[in-house]
């Protein structure tokens, strides 16, 4: 049995789902070159093309992901991203894929990611994030996960894989909210990252001080080459 029967993962589960728009206002140029690894079933492709990039292509080791993406006219490829030869670009998507990997396949992952990049060229990611108020549930419910970050640990890995830059992105999970709705979101997260520092404090507890303070379920981050 292939992951997404395993997981109860379809298309079907992705029709809804729309392109965040902190990812369309990072790409920036519709005339980017993009690539979106471990791309599944395309969601990602489908909205970047809806906002009218068209140059875009994905790879994913499903055969049967792959075969979806092809029949709905998208330009996929089936092959791991260790092995992936193709021509330099300006983006590079990495949405919910670093977590399957061990450590080590990491830091190649990335290193490759910079070294294809065009100068200036950017990574997106988005991962599980191992501070979040669901704590270590994303480390165990998929099974494929081996390794959970937290904001600090990402940007260590990017640094050491050569990142000039490393922005995290909508770290209150406003960015999608206007009006009364964002401030109130807002004022809620202060009260929720005052409650956590007080009992660090009672227990004698502490997070990096460096590292910033991000408690939603997954790390937004860009990372400029």
């Known amino acids: 049995m292939d992951y997404f029967t395993a997981r109860q993962v379809s298309p079907d589960c992705y029709q809804s789902s729309k392109l965040p728009q902190w990812m369309i206002g990072e790409i920036g140029d519709i005339e980017s070159v993009v690539l979106d690894v471990g791309c599944s079933f395309g969601q990602t492709i489908r909205g970047l093309i809806t906002n009218g990039f068209n140059n875009v292509k994905g790879i994913d080791i499903s055969n049967e992901a792959v075969d979806y993406c092809q029949k709905e006219g998208f330009n996929v490829e089936c092959v791991d991203f260790a092995d992936y030869q193709g021509e330099a670009v300006d983006v590079i998507i990495m949405s919910h894929i670093l977590e399957h990997f061990p450590k080590d396949n990491i830091s190649l992952m990335l290193k490759k990611a910079y070294n294809i990049l065009n100068p200036n060229g ?42 000039r830059t490393v922005k995290f992105i909508d770290i209150t999970c406003t960015a999608h909210m206007t009006g009364v709705q964002k401030v109130v979101k807002k004022g809620l997260w202060e009260l929720y990252r005052a409650n956590k520092n007080f009992w660090n404090w009672v227990t004698g507890s502490s997070y990096h001080a460096p590292s910033p303070q991000i408690f939603s379920y997954e790390i937004k981050v860009v990372s400029q080459r």
């Open 122 to 163: 950017k990574l997106i990611i988005s991962t599980p994030n191992a501070q979040s108020n669901t704590g270590s549930y994303w480390a165990y419910e998929d099974f494929t996960h081996s390794t959970i970050f937290t904001s600090g640990s990402l940007y260590y890995v990017l640094k050491i894989a050569g990142f």
